[in-house]
């Protein structure tokens, strides 16, 4: 079983600056996309941003300009630097990483607080 760790979550003014990790403890096949999704109080989890095995990006509208995603496959670790922190960024962030194997095997982590203040 694999198993997703966080790191990098906490509590930053307005402006500032975090840097999430995601490290898995093991493959379950090939990697494909990794991603960070995240779930504000009271809302839905909705997706924040993604990277391909290509290395092809994708961001939610509102973190474009400011987040960026990055992977080290070697490490299967996904990296997601966020920079230019807003409160609305206030949420719980999870990693989630897929692998393709005999077939297709779907991973979260457990969630990291981020919390922006004004």
């Known amino acids: 079983q694999v198993q997703l760790v966080e790191s990098g979550g906490g509590s930053v003014r307005a402006g500032g600056s975090l840097r999430l990790s995601c490290a898995a403890s093991?493959?379950?096949?090939?990697?494909?996309?990794m991603g960070w999704y995240r779930q504000p109080p009271g809302k839905q989890r909705e997706l924040v941003a993604a990277?391909?095995?290509?290395?092809?990006?994708n961001y939610t509208d509102s973190v474009k300009g400011r987040f960026t995603i990055s992977r080290d496959s070697a490490k299967i670790t996904v990296y997601l630097q966020m920079n230019s922190l807003k409160p609305e960024d206030t949420a719980v962030y999870y990693c989630?990483?897929?692998?393709?194997?005999?077939?297709?095997?779907?991973?979260w982590g457990q969630g990291t607080q981020v919390t922006v203040s004004s």
């Open positions: 989630r990483i897929v692998f393709w194997g005999l077939a297709k095997y779907i991973y």
């Open positions: 990277i391909t095995a290509g290395g092809t990006t």
């Open positions: 093991g493959r379950a096949g090939s990697i494909d996309t």
